[in-house]
């Protein structure tokens, strides 16, 4: 069985720092590209918000302007995972946060139909 799983949400006071794991089983991990989004509390799937992608090799990474230079987004294809470094974290970054895989590098291009799996997600709660 397929599965994407994210872990590693919580808690935290503003400028504080969380690290997410997305991790795959049952897919060769490192044949996908993968991506963050960020569905903020209140709103619905369909406005979810790309916030990080990695490519499959994990060279080339892409960042919404809101979070570039806060988060940092790498891989571990021997462990199957995609971490998102999260730093500075501000109350507008409270929400759940969804990785997706793909077989092509979208960086949040496209439909989220064109991800080939998703994960089921984890929340994210920054306190002013």
């Known amino acids: 069985q397929v599965r994407v799983d994210e872990s590693g949400g919580g808690l935290v006071q503003s400028g504080g720092s969380l690290r997410l794991s997305c991790r795959g089983s049952?897919?060769?991990?490192?044949?996908?590209?993968v991506d963050w989004f960020h569905q903020p509390l209140g709103k619905n799937r369909n406005e979810r918000e790309f916030?990080?992608?990695?490519?499959?090799?994990?060279?080339?990474?892409y960042y919404v302007d809101s979070v570039r230079g806060r988060f940092t987004i790498s891989r571990d294809n021997a462990e199957s995972t995609v971490y998102l470094q999260m730093n500075n974290l501000k109350p507008e970054d409270t929400g759940f946060y969804y990785c997706?895989?793909?077989?092509?590098?979208?960086?949040?291009?496209?439909?989220?139909?064109?991800?080939?799996?998703w994960g089921q997600g984890t929340q994210v709660h920054v306190s002013p």
């Open positions: 049952g897919l060769t991990f490192s044949a996908y590209g």
């Open positions: 916030v990080a992608g990695i490519s499959r090799s994990g060279a080339d990474t």
């Open positions: 997706a895989a793909s077989v092509i590098d979208l960086y949040g291009r496209g439909s989220q139909t064109q991800y080939n799996f």
